[in-house]
């Protein structure tokens, strides 16, 4: 019999860096080795997955809420999907950050994946700034995210103060039992010796909190009545305190680049991310809160828009607006 997958859970809230720390992880991987990666959106249309397979990885996608609100069976359909095709040597999971780890962890750590997989050092990604909103401090998914991890980082440190570091430090070293690792980054890049840290069975700040939401259920599709209607439309999410919007469309669609990027950096929305063409060629679009990022990209099979916001959003007039920007 084989060995278990080594298997790893990035965690942070939305937009901390998941996908960038696990892109750099990627680049720290031994030659001939394989390892693949299941990434978990809160959106109905993944980009996370395109992002990571535009940099040749092995790639599973999760989309529509916390994988494990859905009783867990997308999530162990992925996986086992995954780990059938790519017969991974190392497993990064990354969970949406509007999720709740725990019940992920409880499935990796159940009887049925037991011989499979080997759970080892879970990694929490934290933007520092968002220590400064008290809300953040309340918020179940957030402490619980770093309350699961063995390995709790400080992100985006080139965006923080001296004294938010030095918040984010305290904050960190209050947790029992203590973290394996402290550490501050930037851009994601985690030591790749820190995959082989011991992992803890850590319990929750919040172990009562945690409800099962009913996403999907509540998404709605919806097709606009345009002539490109077959190669463009859209779907919404709601939950955990969170709307959601996400758009597909066909590869032929062509955006004209600044009015997108309005909508990009409209820092009402907590997220924005996609890929998508323009008439500059393909771009990854990324923002958290008006944070915007764009960098060129190969040519896609598709493209696909998400936002994420804490307001409701008016679906049916985003759509319109988007379409307007149509070349
Ligand atoms: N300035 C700065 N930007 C960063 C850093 N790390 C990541 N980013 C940017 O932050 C944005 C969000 O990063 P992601 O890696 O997509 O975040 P995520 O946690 O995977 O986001 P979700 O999956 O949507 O929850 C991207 O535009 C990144 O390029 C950093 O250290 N500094
Ligand atoms: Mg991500």
Same mark, same amino acid.
């Not at 309350?147 to 440190?157: C, G, P, Y």
């Given at each position: 019999m084989t060995r278990p997958i080594p298997t790893h859970l990035i965690v942070g809230f939305l937009g901390a860096g998941k996908t960038t720390a696990i892109l750099d992880l990627l680049q720290h991987k031994p030659e001939g080795e394989i390892w693949a990666v299941l990434v978990n959106e809160f959106g109905e249309v993944g980009i996370d997955g395109a992002l990571l397979r535009a940099r040749g990885a092995m790639v599973r996608e999760v989309p529509g809420g916390c994988m494990c609100c859905v009783a867990g069976l997308p999530m162990q359909m992925g996986l086992n999907m995954l780990i059938q095709q790519a017969q991974p040597d190392r497993l990064l999971i990354e969970p949406t950050g509007l999720g709740h780890p725990e019940q992920i962890m409880r499935i990796l750590r159940g009887e049925f994946y037991t011989d499979l997989l080997s759970v080892e050092s879970t990694f929490c990604l934290v933007d520092p700034r968002r220590l400064d909103d008290s809300r953040v401090l309340k918020d179940v998914q957030f402490q619980d995210q770093a309350?699961?991890?063995?390995?709790?980082?400080?992100? =985006?440190?080139d965006l923080c103060s001296d004294s938010?570091?030095?918040?984010?430090?305290?904050?960190? =070293?209050?947790?029992? !039992? !203590? =973290?394996?690792?402290?550490?501050?980054?930037?851009?994601g890049a985690l030591d790749p010796a820190w995959l082989q840290l011991p992992s803890t069975p850590r319990s929750l700040q919040f172990p009562t909190a945690h409800h099962h939401h009913g996403h999907g259920a509540e998404s709605a599709v919806a097709q606009t009545e345009t002539a490109t209607e077959a190669e463009w439309w859209y779907r919404e999410n709601a939950g955990d305190g969170h709307f959601s919007i996400g758009w597909q469309m066909g590869p032929e669609i062509c955006f004209k680049r600044s009015p997108l990027m309005g909508v990009v950096m409209d820092a009402r929305f907590a997220r924005v991310k996609g890929v998508v063409r323009t008439a500059d060629g393909w771009l990854a679009i990324n923002a958290v809160g008006g944070d915007a990022a764009s960098e060129r990209i190969d040519p896609q099979p598709e493209g696909r828009l998400e936002i994420i916001s804490r307001l409701e959003l008016d679906a049916g007039q985003l759509d319109q607006r988007l379409l307007a920007m149509l070349e």
């Open positions: 309350a699961i991890a063995d390995v709790l980082v400080a992100n =985006k440190i938010q570091l030095a918040n984010f430090d305290l904050w960190a =070293k209050g947790f029992q !039992p !203590p =973290k394996a690792r402290i550490a501050h980054t930037r851009n």
